[in-house]
């Protein structure tokens, strides 16, 4: 498995090695909490941060700044809505209402970002500014401070059976990478005019990145639900920067047409771990964040192609 | 006339100047006081303090960049600032390590971005961040220190200017938007900025340096930034470092709604200070119309979208062919 981390793209190899150096590091600094027996409860843990960056990556991979920055408050309005709405609400309490009903918020609102992006032509970093205000201003007002809990199969998706959401996840994506969709995507994504120029309805493929990014937030939103046992509206937000810092170190290109699911995963991982680690020294935040901070600074800029580019003309020339 | 007029404000950036206006009559007639001395200095003194936070962003979109390290300078600069002068050092001092600590963390973004063609966002996002709990953890979290009374009276919603009812702040940033008016159109750094955000390719051509430009043009932002930081900490009257935190999305939707495309090569600093004012009288607006702090959020995301809808649109793929 490890091989084929390495042996895959050139642009996630980066964010493969930091893997491997942080999960030994973690393993070695606290084995007991990374036990066989805690699989469940650490992929629980990290469960929303990787889904909100396979969240995010999908409108990157389509090109031209699409971007989607209101995955953050759409995780937490979601959270809100069902623990508030649903459970506190009608008394709800089926996983058969409540799973289709985050996923189907997520569609409307991968919906309404593509239609506002795709058919209106706001510029896409506006269009999800200005729902990521309408959804956490949303989420305040329905639920103004933390409140509610959740059923017990919700809560056991955070511990045994977080597998569930995140391998909904993966299955969903390996199907898309065998429908046609996905070469459409990409295509877009690497050279839009010439794409266009092919035939691809580009408006169309940029749509349904949205929608896709909103199906992923929906699964993200279920995990912070069951992670959390409770409705918060001011979680949600906060995810937003973090996971798009988390595809930029796994190495998917925010111009478009580079990256996927291993990318996301990888950047999303990374940085849980980092966090692991320094939460194992007993760090204060702020060196948490400012550690963060630098990781990602130099990640991105020895992912770089230009200084490949560079270091590769001065061997040549050596 | 109207071609003297044109000239003076792209068409988008006359939008947003008349949206403001008319914003404002709308809400002297909506809201009772809204239209009162008091209410249109303190909506004069916000707005001005978010147009000189949108300075450099203005500036970073002509490029086609983004600059998201806007809200972190800002607490920075409050933070360091207080506590500089908190210990003693003299303001003027004070005031240049703090700018010129600015236009070094600027730079750097704006060098980094350009010599190693890596999106600003990511490389101003990381910078800030590490930016920001580096001020965290020099001052434990626990900021102290206050501005000068000169800084006070600079920006106070007391003060005036001679005969003029406003603090010397308003005024200010007039001036700062003629200046800034001035550079982008008959300066050779406005040119070769316009240039390189219009046409990396053509502007490499003509001998524009992309690295140095942009390492300037982030330089300046992070320099502005810190200004509004300084000038807040006088507002406000005690430091924070998340005091910047709303700046993040207001100095985008600023730049946006006053015209500036966000792919660069277009737009205008006079556009940024009536998107600044507009976002300010709406925000007035929607508090005086009895709405919860929450829900004015939530309708400003619908007002911004639908502003930039109506005047602000890409063009379909069909037309960049």
């Known amino acids: ?318 | 006339m109207s071609r003297a007029l044109s000239s003076v404000f792209s068409n988008r950036a006359l939008i947003a100047v008349l949206g403001a206006v008319v914003i404002f009559a709308a809400g002297a007639v909506l809201i009772p006081g809204f239209a009162s001395l008091f209410s249109v200095r303190a909506m004069l003194i916000l707005g001005s303090l978010l147009a000189i936070a949108a300075l450099g962003q203005t500036l970073v979109m002509i490029l086609g960049g983004i600059d998201l390290s806007i809200p972190f300078v800002i607490g920075f600069a409050n933070v360091v600032f207080a506590s500089l002068y908190g210990d003693g050092l003299p303001a003027p001092a004070t005031f240049a390590i703090v700018l010129g600590c600015a236009a070094l963390i600027g730079a750097a973004s704006g060098a980094l971005s350009a010599a190693l063609a890596i999106h600003p966002l990511i490389v101003t996002l990381g910078i800030g961040t590490a930016v920001q709990a580096g001020v965290q953890i020099w001052t434990r979290g626990l900021p102290m220190g206050s501005a000068p009374q000169a800084i006070n009276d600079f920006v106070s919603l007391g003060g005036s200017t001679g005969p003029l009812p406003f603090p010397p702040l308003v005024p200010f940033t007039l001036l700062l938007a003629l200046a800034i008016l001035f550079v982008l159109r008959r300066t050779i750094y406005g040119r070769k900025l316009y240039a390189l955000g219009a046409s990396p390719k053509a502007a490499e051509l003509a001998l524009v340096r992309p690295v140095a430009l942009w390492a300037t043009t982030f330089a300046l932002s992070a320099v502005f930034a810190a200004l509004a930081g300084i000038l807040l900490l006088g507002f406000t009257g005690s430091s924070s470092a998340g005091v910047g935190t709303p700046y993040l999305f207001q100095t985008v939707s600023a730049v946006v709604i006053g015209g500036t495309a966000l792919i660069g090569g277009r737009g205008g600093y006079i556009g940024t200070v009536a998107g600044a004012m507009v976002l300010v009288e709406l925000r007035t607006v929607l508090i005086g119309l009895g709405l919860p702090e929450a829900s004015v959020q939530a309708a400003l995301g619908v007002l911004i979208l639908a502003l930039v809808a109506a005047y602000g649109r890409d063009q379909h793929i069909r037309n960049l062919i």
């Open chain 1, 1 to 318: 498995m490890l091989a084929r981390l390495f042996a895959g793209r050139e642009d996630t190899r980066l964010a493969a090695l930091l893997f491997v150096v942080l999960l030994v590091l973690n393993i070695a600094l606290n084995p007991a909490r990374f036990a066989p027996h805690n699989w469940g409860s650490v992929l629980g843990l990290a469960a929303p941060l990787l889904l909100a960056a396979l969240a995010v990556t999908v409108p990157f991979l389509a090109g031209r700044g699409s971007i989607d920055v209101s995955v953050g408050p759409l995780i937490g309005l979601v959270n809100v809505l069902i623990v508030k709405g649903l459970i506190l609400g009608a008394g709800i309490q089926s996983p058969l209402l409540i799973v289709p009903a985050a996923l189907i918020l997520g569609l409307a609102s991968g919906a309404l970002n593509g239609f506002l992006t795709s058919v209106l032509r706001i510029q896409p970093i506006v269009a999800t500014l200005g729902t990521y205000l309408i959804y956490s201003g949303l989420a305040l007002t329905i639920l103004p401070s933390p409140a509610g809990s959740v059923p017990d199969w919700l809560r056991a998706l955070a511990g045994p059976w977080s597998v569930l959401p995140v391998g909904a996840a993966v299955l969903l994506w390996l199907a898309v990478r065998r429908l046609p969709y996905y070469d459409l995507l990409m295509a877009t994504g690497s050279d839009d005019r010439a794409a266009y120029t092919a035939g691809v309805g580009v408006p169309r493929v940029r749509f349904t990145a949205y929608l896709l990014a909103g199906l992923f937030a929906g699964l993200a939103a279920l995990s912070l639900t069951a992670l959390i046992g409770s409705g918060d509206p001011n979680i949600g937000p906060g995810y937003t920067l973090i996971a798009i810092a988390a595809v930029a170190l796994g190495g998917v290109s925010l111009a478009g047409g580079i990256g996927g699911l291993t990318a996301a995963f990888l950047g999303a991982a990374d940085i849980f771990l980092l966090q692991s680690v320094l939460t194992a020294f007993n760090v204060s935040t702020f060196v948490l964040q400012m550690t963060y901070g630098i990781v990602l600074v130099l990640a991105v800029c020895l992912n770089s192609e230009k200084l490949k580019a560079l270091i590769g003309r001065r061997r040549i020339a050596a």
